[in-house]
């Protein structure tokens, strides 16, 4: 079989230089080895440009595979290699370099001679470590190795100006470089699902850093930015799943700031009950759920007014605070003119103030598992309202000096059956047995009605 294939191999190849092609794409096919034949071929006549090389069960490549010296674009993804041949660094025309989803346990230096090189993809691979010299590739723009088993970066890659994208989440990386400002191009980070206890403070004063996710680390501290204007161009931030117990007013500085996670943290209150994102007035995203939170901050405003409020989010689409410890809704909160999106679940409400149903955007709002004992009859406001949880509302109760849940909740106005847009509500079967019999013939009515408990 496997001369068969190398025959086709051969005379694929042959047919294909014939008729002058600069681009010769063999992926997909059980070619296993490619025969040192297939180097002479097309190392001579037309300049091959182009070679794709893409699942085609290789385990190793010959020896002078760098005498292919016109290529520009070569893709080795999806095989079995363990190790590129040393002659790789010969490739000096070279410009992309595919060799992600194989078994490359480690790199040879010199291909970082490689200094054409513009993007460079090495992930899902067994890499523990990068060649120190990485900074020679001094024309790199992207740089992808995700899914491998690094415990740092090289501190050299700073050195590369023009480079625009690392992607190095799901590694085991425990350091990173502390001067980050001679990566002045740099416009995507990624970090997630490392080991990294800090962030350097170096990576504050990128100029055109736009995405940046360290989620998923062991952050305990935030190195605060010493500018006032740190992250200018940022519209990503992910921080969610570390131990970050502040949530600093520096981040004012990131006023083009759009999407903000900052999930399963231990955040408990915010510096003088005043919040920071009151300042994003580009913030379109806001997830601050699983962290300790017993209030959020009120609109505070002067008689002039000047301060900080909610209404000062005029682009906020989508704020999530689920599982925390809220036991009220803050005033102001009715002041988000965009807001489509509240999840409230999985708090300690007890009431919904009336002024929530000035929410005049709104389409989905979550307040499963509270204490909500019902609700305020302005719900008729939400004329665009889609998506209502309401199940497993449970009052408090006393007995015996003892803390139980009694009854779901027992108030829900008839203006319910003016939301003539809903397509989804859930309630707890208790407060269903409770519901006035028009509407109950409204709820039965809903396109998708969930009744939950026995």
Known sequence: MGTITSKRLLQTTQEALEHGNERLDLSN???????PSFISMASIGIALKELRL????????PASFGCLHSL????LDRNLLKELPLSIHELQHLQDLDVSLNQLCKLHDNICDLHTLKNLWLHNNNLTTLPESIGNLNNLQKLFVQNNLLIGIPYSIVLISGLEIIDASDNHIIDLPVEWETLIALKTLRLAHNH???????LWDLPKLQ????SHNRLVDLVLPTSSSALPSLTNLSLSSNRIDIFPTSFLGMKNLQVLTYIQNKLYAFDDGVA???????LMYLDISENILTQLPSSKVDDEGKGSSWASLVN???????????ASIPQGFENLPQLKFLNLSNNMLESIPEELGQLPALETLWLSGNFIKGLPTTISMWSKIETLTLERNRNMGMQCAILITVVAMTRVPMSLAELK?????????????LLDPSLITFCNGVPCFEIHGI
């Open 421 to 433: 847009t809903l397509k989804f509500l859930s309630m707890d079967r208790k407060s269903f047995a």
């Open 196 to 202: 990294l206890i800090k962030i350097p403070t170096g």
């Open 29 to 35: 096919q059980p070619l296993f080895v490619i025969p």
């Open 276 to 282: 920071a994102f009151f300042g994003l007035k580009d």
């Open 316 to 326: 906020l689409r989508e704020l999530h605070v689920a599982n925390n410890k809220l």
């Open 72 to 75: 520009e674009r070569l893709a």
């Open 211 to 214: 995405i940046l996710t360290s």
């Open 54 to 61: 893409s699942n085609t069960n290789l385990t190793i490549l």
